[in-house]
């Protein structure tokens, strides 16, 4: 992409994960600036300031969101009925992805592995108590109670016992009416990232340790509190079955650009799919980049790496 083009880096947002938006997007402005692209600008997009995006009329938007209003395809449209090219996945992918649940329905439509699940709504499903009970006559614990639209483990309960239900239920409805009660998977977290539009180069995998019993928004953002072991200790088996199901899961989702497929290998089922993250990370201690810099690219160099994957995608209304 040429170095005099105006490019502005979107970041913070509405959502839950704002704060570490905002250091990813200060992180790949820094990246860019020093690549040479000069007139590049960092945005702190706010529900206030969206207009301001199309008004300064940029050549290229890096996407530096993360979660609700950024990571669900809602400012992508924004972008391409503007005309404006941006970095990461399309419209489509990037709403689908946000949402576990379709997520899980469009693998599990592919026969691509991935916990069983079952769907609670508030106020339909009846009472908390009733919701409570009718999961544990149907799911064995432990089970995973999620809140489908959230990233970063907001709203994700591991219920090991009974009497752990009713919290991890009211948890699920601080974010949302939906909850998604998912099977746990006890094995080990294998992260898949990857980089392409139609031609894809997979980063090493990495497997992902953590000091805590829960591997939640604090253990993820704060260093010391977790590990990412590269390359990730499995055996080749395990790693080709992950490589095949992690393209597949890119491909048959829609994505581009870059998104991180997320496994856990279950010691009795072997790998299975539990989400697909279409803007991941970029802090200095995200996983994406410690995969790049694990293979010899530079933070800076994956940074324009994405840059000019975007710009190669033409998603504008006609």
């Given at each position: 992409?040429?170095?005099?083009?105006?490019?502005?880096?979107?970041?913070?947002?509405?959502?839950?994960?704002?704060?570490?938006?905002?250091?990813?997007?200060k992180?790949?402005?820094?990246?860019l600036?020093?690549?040479?692209?000069?007139?590049t600008?960092?945005?702190?997009?706010?529900?206030?300031?969206?207009?301001?995006?199309?008004?300064?009329?940029?050549?290229m938007?890096?996407?530096?969101?993360?979660?609700?209003?950024?990571?669900?395809?809602?400012?992508?449209?924004?972008?391409?009925?503007?005309?404006?090219?941006?970095?990461?996945?399309?419209?489509?992918?990037?709403?689908?992805?946000?949402?576990?649940?379709?997520?899980?329905?469009?693998?599990?439509?592919?026969?691509?592995p991935?916990?069983?699940?079952?769907?609670?709504?508030?106020?339909?499903?009846?009472?908390?108590?009733?919701?409570?009970?009718?999961?544990?006559?149907?799911?064995?614990?432990?089970?995973?109670?999620?809140s489908?639209?959230?990233?970063?483990?907001?709203?994700?309960?591991?219920?090991?016992?009974?009497?752990?239900?009713?919290?991890?239920?009211?948890?699920?409805?601080?974010?949302?009416?939906?909850?998604?009660?998912?099977?746990?998977?006890n094995?080990?977290?294998?992260?898949?990232?990857?980089?392409?539009?139609?031609?894809?180069?997979?980063?090493?995998?990495?497997?992902?340790?953590?000091?805590?019993?829960?591997?939640?928004?604090?253990?993820?953002?704060?260093?010391?509190?977790?590990?990412?072991?590269?390359?990730?200790?499995?055996?080749?088996?395990?790693?080709?079955?992950?490589?095949?199901?992690?393209?597949?899961?890119?491909?048959?989702?829609?994505?581009?650009?870059?998104?991180?497929?997320?496994?856990?290998?279950?010691?009795?089922?072997?790998?299975?799919?539990?989400?697909?993250?279409?803007?991941?990370?970029?802090?200095?201690?995200?996983?994406?980049?410690?995969?790049a810099?694990?293979?010899?690219?530079?933070?800076?160099?994956?940074?324009?790496?994405?840059?000019?994957?975007?710009?190669?995608?033409?998603?504008?209304?006609?």
């Open positions: 992409m040429n170095k005099n083009s105006k490019i502005i880096v979107v970041c913070g947002g509405i959502s839950s994960e704002r704060d570490v938006s905002l250091r990813s997007g992180a790949i402005y820094e990246a600036l020093r690549k040479g692209y000069s007139q600008e960092m945005y702190d997009l706010t529900r206030d300031n969206m207009t301001g995006i199309l008004e300064k009329r940029p050549d938007v890096f996407l530096g969101l993360h979660g609700k209003g950024g990571e669900d395809g809602t400012i992508q449209g924004m972008l391409e009925f503007a005309g404006i090219p941006y970095t990461g996945p399309g419209v489509s992918a990037s709403a689908v992805c946000m949402d576990k649940i379709l997520t899980k329905r469009v693998l599990v439509s592919a026969g691509l991935t916990p069983s699940f079952t769907v609670r709504h508030r106020g339909i499903d009846g009472s908390d108590e009733a919701i409570a009970q009718s999961l544990l006559e149907e799911m064995q614990l432990p089970m995973v109670l999620k489908p639209c959230q990233g970063s483990s907001f709203g994700t309960n591991i219920v090991r016992e009974a009497t752990q239900m009713q919290e991890a239920i009211t948890d699920v409805w601080r974010f949302g009416d939906t909850l998604m009660a998912e099977e746990y998977m094995g080990v977290e294998i992260t898949m990232p990857i980089l392409g539009n139609d031609e894809l180069t997979v980063l090493p995998l990495i497997e992902i340790t953590y000091e805590r019993s829960f591997n939640d928004y604090t253990t993820k953002y704060t260093s010391g509190l977790h590990s990412h072991i590269i390359p990730a200790c499995i055996d080749k088996t395990t790693e080709q079955s992950i490589l095949s199901l992690g393209q597949q899961a890119y491909k048959v989702l829609g994505c581009c650009g870059l998104s991180r497929v997320d496994f856990i290998v279950d010691h009795f089922k072997g790998p299975m799919i539990i989400e697909v993250n279409t803007l991941p990370g970029m802090t200095d201690i995200s996983l994406f980049p410690d995969a810099r694990y293979m010899g690219m530079g933070y800076d160099d994956l940074v324009e790496r994405i840059l000019d994957l975007g710009y190669e995608t033409t998603r504008m209304l006609q």
